[in-house]
């Protein structure tokens, strides 16, 4: 699956949640654990964050990950 190949690359990803307006969120730096076989994928953070309180009050959010030497991902 190429999700799944360019996220065990991505040494960092982010996260975009949605803000309590509904404007985008870019959290940058979202070093995430690699996807299990049902493609979930847990983030470290602390509980206090603002990417918390939105997902919490919205779960819709993206996962942007990379490949910075491959730029076709």
Not at 23 to 33: A, D, V
Not at 34 to 52: F, L
Request: aromatic share 2%.
């Amino acid at each position: 699956m190429a999700a799944r190949a360019v996220m065990q690359k991505a040494r960092y990803c982010s996260l975009v949640t949605l803000g309590a307006e509904g404007q985008l969120q870019g959290q940058g730096g979202s070093i995430p654990l690699r996807p299990d076989e049902a493609m979930t994928v847990w983030i470290g953070t602390n509980p206090v964050t603002r990417k918390v309180a939105e997902v919490r009050n919205d779960p819709r959010a993206t996962l942007i990950c990379a490949d910075a030497a491959d730029r076709r991902t």
